[in-house]
């Protein structure tokens, strides 16, 4: 795997999300599965639960990143779930489960969405 190259540093909208991910080159790394994992802006005591506006950004960037890689939702990770994380992240009512099916119904459920590869 490539070295990290850090974080992009912005904010995006769901659409400028989407816009920004197009650009980005899967072509020398590509990533076997999606973390879902909590930023510092919002921190975990304003975020858990997740606002409805929260939970749809992360929701169309999540569902984003799984179409353009072809991915499976059902595939997606929790950072939690890495062995070497030592806090709840992204919090202990982000329930795995109910994202992967927001996931899929914001792709659409299409079994012709996820067959897209680069």
Not at 16 to 29: G, L, M, P, S
Not at 33 to 49: G, I, K, M, R
Not at 61 to 77: E, F, I, V
Request: with cysteine.
């Amino acid at each position: 795997m490539p070295a990290w190259k850090g974080i992009v540093g912005k904010g995006f909208t769901a659409a400028e999300f989407a816009q920004y991910a197009d650009t980005v080159a899967f072509d020398k790394w590509r990533p076997q599965f999606v973390v879902l994992h909590n930023t510092a802006v919002p921190a975990f005591s304003e975020c858990t639960p997740l606002s409805p506006a929260v939970q749809q950004n992360a929701v169309s960037a999540l569902a984003k990143l799984h179409t353009l890689l072809g991915l499976d939702p059902s595939r997606l990770r929790l950072h939690k779930e890495d062995p070497k994380t030592t806090h709840d992240c992204p919090g202990s009512k982000i329930v795995k489960a109910d994202f992967q099916e927001l996931i899929l119904e914001q792709i659409g459920t299409s079994e012709h969405a996820l067959e897209t590869s680069i």
